[in-house]
């Protein structure tokens, strides 16, 4: 006989399977983007860090994100590299280290399968605390089968979940932070049902752990918050209940303080370079991103992006399972709690100017839970039908109504992997550069090309860096150029001055001098003082000019950021449509994967008339 609460075999298998698909959903396309590292660009700040700190310095010396994810990255970077040099394929550790700078690809599956693991594992968590949350308003407890079907449906919808998905394949830190809410989520829930101290001080060291992956996980503290206020005690005077209440809210703020600092140690070590950076970052956020500005309500387009990465079917069973939660007495309490956390990220994000759907990534766990238990509940009904024909046939209708949009949900994630799979623009734009365009040329662009580079360039570039360090001291430097500048992008000091001893002993073949120029600096000013420096070559991509042409702010002109917009638009326009236009590299006629990629010859260019200078939007 099974003794009372054991899994069944069959149980396991159906989870081993939503597991399976869940991780083939993930590996299709890891490698998306490569050779190129830059096709998520800010995959090379937390890459350039984690590999500064294989080579023995472990303070990030950048703090617009916490660093636990820069550890992790780096750990798993040193096993790989161990590893590698066992079989033979590196000589070396050092020489592991050193093919990062010249060919960072295999570095990236490593690092982007770490990312992948921690979105799988996040499944069986979700199906845990769907699980748990059913058997609070199942009549039978734990021996009825709903919660565990609620459990495997959560799974399913998180494991198939687009976005997740997508996000799943990058070196980022939203899925590893939603891992992190998962768990403390379902440690909260722990302790609701239990009322074990230790469930609330592990969900509060799983808080810290997620803050110090992205500084909104601090808002898993109001869930933390809640379940210790609302847990009901057995103490006989309210005096001492309050008493316990407070000792075990102030050591779980201690335990998730703690866990933080853990993981992001150089905050405190570093403190000066941390809170500037952080001042920055918030600034920049309220500020807004050039051409990620939200033009309309914030809570209206994130509500607009998550029926649209999520599917409708999804976001209409989330709504339905969170009713059916609420209502019931039984369950109402712990709902509640754990929605605390989703509804003030989602609140948080709505109110920044600088738009990105991965902000929503965090919520998906919750939003899975609550979709879980609307399918449950709408099944669970259909079971209540007394005549056994009928109660069949609705079964039967209600699973295929269910099935076929899950089913959808793992062919759109497919169809993205697959079409991700294709080369992508920016590596065929380096290679047709690389094989049309003279040795030594100077070419200017709107993002990072993984071009072969001279000396020059790279010291340049290194120059610019020391530039910008020096005033963010507050020393004093005279201005350069804009035709001048060399900017670097999110690369590390110690990423330049390695590829710049590389560059002289192991590149061969040809080498360009590349500008990498500020959104706001494209305009008719620039290209005649590009010209007369000598820059024949201007490179644009889809994922800036997209971004104004497509922007919504040009269709409300009495936004404050209207004028700059339309005159950037316009010179888009003009420029694309010129010709100087030489080459062009679009995804949708099949030639790749990634942004629309123009090439521009600036000999061909005809500066019109004087207009009104373009307005610097970026702040």
């Known amino acids: 006989m099974r003794p009372k609460g054991a899994v069944r075999p069959s149980l396991w298998l159906v ?4 597991l399976t698909i869940a991780a083939t959903l993930r590996v299709v396309a890891l490698d998306f983007g490569l050779p190129y590292p830059l096709a998520v660009i800010d995959e ?14 472990l303070n990030p010396h950048y703090f617009a994100f916490p660093t636990l994810y820069f550890y992790l990255v780096a750990f798993a970077l040193r096993i790989a590299g161990i590893v590698f040099v066992m079989l033979g394929s590196f000589e070396s550790f050092e020489s592991w280290v050193e093919a990062y700078y010249l060919s960072p690809g295999l570095h990236m599956l490593v690092a982007r399968g770490l990312t992948a693991i921690l979105g799988v594992l996040a499944v069986p968590l979700v199906y845990c605390i769907s699980r748990d949350l059913m058997r609070l308003r199942s009549d039978r407890g734990q021996d009825g089968p709903w919660p565990r079907v609620a459990g495997v449906a959560s799974a399913v919808v998180l494991g198939c979940n687009l976005l997740h998905v997508d996000c799943s394949r990058t070196v980022l830190l939203d899925v590893p932070l939603s891992l992190f809410a998962a768990l403390a989520l379902y ?10 101290v230790s469930s609330i001080l592990l969900s509060a060291l799983a808080a810290g752990l997620g803050t110090s992956v992205k500084y909104y996980g601090a808002l898993l503290c109001l869930p933390i918050a809640a379940a210790v206020f609302l847990k009901p005690r057995a103490e006989p005077s309210l005096r001492q209940a309050w008493t316990r209440k407070a000792r075990l809210l102030l050591g779980s703020a201690g335990c998730m303080v703690a866990a933080f600092l853990i993981g992001s140690p150089y905050i405190v070590l570093d403190f000066k370079t941390f809170s500037r950076e952080f001042i920055q970052l918030c600034t920049h956020m309220a500020g807004g991103h050039a051409g990620q500005e939200v033009a309309r309500n914030g809570y209206l387009v994130y509500a607009s992006l998550l029926e649209d990465w999520s599917g409708t079917f999804a976001c209409a069973a989330a709504a339905a399972g969170l009713i059916a939660l609420c209502c019931h007495p039984r369950s109402v309490r712990a709902t509640l709690v754990l929605a605390t956390f989703p509804v003030a990220q989602f609140l948080l994000i709505s109110g920044f100017r600088a738009q990105f759907d991965r902000y929503l990534v965090p919520l998906l766990p919750m939003i899975a839970v609550a979709a879980g238990s609307g399918v449950t509940v709408a099944l669970s009904t259909l079971a209540r039908i007394r005549a056994p024909s009928l109660r ?16 959808l949900e793992i062919d759109r994630c497919l169809v993205r992997g697959l079409q991700r799979s294709r080369p992508d623009t920016r590596v065929l734009v380096n290679d047709w550069l690389c094989a049309n365009i003279e040795s030594g040329a100077r070419i200017a662009t709107d993002i990072w090309l993984e071009l072969p580079l001279t000396v020059d360039c790279l010291s340049s570039m290194l120059e610019e860096m020391n530039t910008a360090s020096a005033l963010a001291r507050g020393e004093e ?6 035709s001048e500048r060399r900017a670097c992008g999110s690369l590390t000091r110690k990423h330049l001055e390695t590829r710049l001893e590389l560059a002289a002993t192991v590149m061969e073949g040809p080498a360009f ?40 702010i040009l269709e409300h002109p009495e936004l404050e950021d209207h004028k700059g917009y339309a005159m950037w638009a316009d010179f888009y326009r003009r420029l ?9 590299f679009e995804p949708a006629a099949g030639e790749g994967s990634g942004p629309n990629v123009v090439i521009c010859n600036l000999d061909h260019w005809q500066s019109p008339e004087p207009s009104q200078p373009v307005v610097d939007i970026t702040r």
């Open 576 to 584: 694309l449509s010129s010709d100087c236009v030489m080459k062009r």
């Open 15 to 18: 989870l081993f399977l939503v």
């Open 392 to 407: 069949i046939a609705s079964l039967v209708a209600g699973a295929v109504v269910i099935a076929i949009p899950l089913f």
């Open 44 to 57: 090379s700040i937390i890459m350039d860090r984690a590999m500064q700190m294989n080579q023995g310095d």
């Open 513 to 552: 001098d590349m500008a990498l120029l500020l959104p706001n600096q494209f305009s008719e000013k620039i290209l005649p003082a590009l010209k007369a420096s000598g820059f024949r070559f201007l490179v644009l991509s889809g994922n800036r000019f997209r971004r104004i042409l497509d922007n919504p």
């Open 477 to 482: 430097r005279p201005p350069r150029p804009a």
């Open 187 to 196: 440690l909260v829930l722990r302790y609701l049902t239990t009322g074990r």
